[in-house]
């Protein structure tokens, strides 16, 4: 079995992603259209003192890990369910409970490969 095959076998969640928000020039930020990807979202006890760096170097205390088949950016959102969760206006995800920042994001190269990646964004 594949270390892609492994990754995919293992997201069989649906999250919601907003990518590439770019300031408003009011003090707010607009995103790209939400998509659906697949996931393995984990959160819990075991995350809770889960501590990373983020790109600044900055400590930050993480509430979930989630593991995506795709690349996502940071500073991206991300929501647990699919599209038809959320209500009918789903363009500003920092008013919709649930959805989370990308606080950090991972490409983990698999061993001896140069097109398999591990993928997971801290939020």
């Known amino acids: 079995m594949s270390f892609q095959s492994i990754i995919n076998k293992n997201c069989v969640q649906t999250c919601v992603y907003w990518a590439a928000p770019v300031d408003d020039g009011y003090g707010g930020k607009t995103f ?23 790109v600044k170097g900055k400590e930050i205390k993480i509430k979930v890990r989630v ?7 940071e500073e991206g959102y ?12 789903h363009t500003k995800p920092v008013e919709i409970d649930g959805a989370y ?16 990646f591990l993928r997971i964004a801290y939020v």
Not at 38 to 52: A, F, I, M, N, Y
């Open 78 to 89: 991300l929501f647990l369910g699919g599209l038809t969760d959320l209500d009918s206006d």
């Open 67 to 73: 593991f995506v088949t795709q690349d996502v950016v």
């Open 32 to 54: 790209n259209t939400a998509i659906e990807i697949s996931c393995r979202w984990e959160e819990g006890h075991r995350l809770q003192d889960h501590l990373v760096l983020d």
């Open 101 to 116: 920042e990308i606080r950090k994001f991972e490409k983990i190269p698999a061993m001896k490969k140069t097109n398999v």
